[in-house]
């Protein structure tokens, strides 16, 4: 007589077809992640940007124009010029202000070649409240009807 074998487990086949279907939501998945996260760090450097637009209302306030204001400033931002400002975390983008004339400014924050944040494009924001942002661009024309997103 002749012993039945009982054994289980997985055929090389079923692993196959497991592995495949991980591959594939590992593809889909994957670019959503790296897209939600250039968004999260785009969104946090736009709110440093309007705390900086705060900053810059009261220093005319104080000063009664911009002519002298820089983010160098610790009342505006401080140094360094990057956000974010931790020493120990990864810089993603540089900001810079330009002061047109006394009455206004425009703050830009430039993404940092080869980090997350490259290919994501510039953001702008200026002293009448416009803000532009145009995904992978080098520049963006501020308007009334420009927007973040």
Sequence with gaps: MVAKSNESGF???????????????AAVGYPAYTK?????????????????????A?????????????????NIYGAPLTFPRE?????????SLEIPNSSSWVLKATPIKKTKTDGNGVIMLDSNGYKCWIEKANTCALSVSSKWD
């Excluded at 009261?58 to 610790?74: C, E, P, R």
């Excluded at 020493?87 to 900001?95: H, P």
């Design 36 to 56: 939600y996260v250039m968004k999260t760090h785009r969104i946090d450097v736009q709110a440093q940007m309007v705390q900086i637009g705060r900053n810059l």
């Design 58 to 74: 009261n220093y005319k306030i104080a000063n009664g124009n911009y002519t002298d204001a820089s983010l160098s400033n610790k």
């Design 11 to 25: 055929t090389l086949i079923e692993l196959l077809i497991v592995v495949a279907i991980i591959g594939i939501l």
């Design 87 to 95: 020493v120990d975390g990864d810089q993603l983008y540089t900001l």
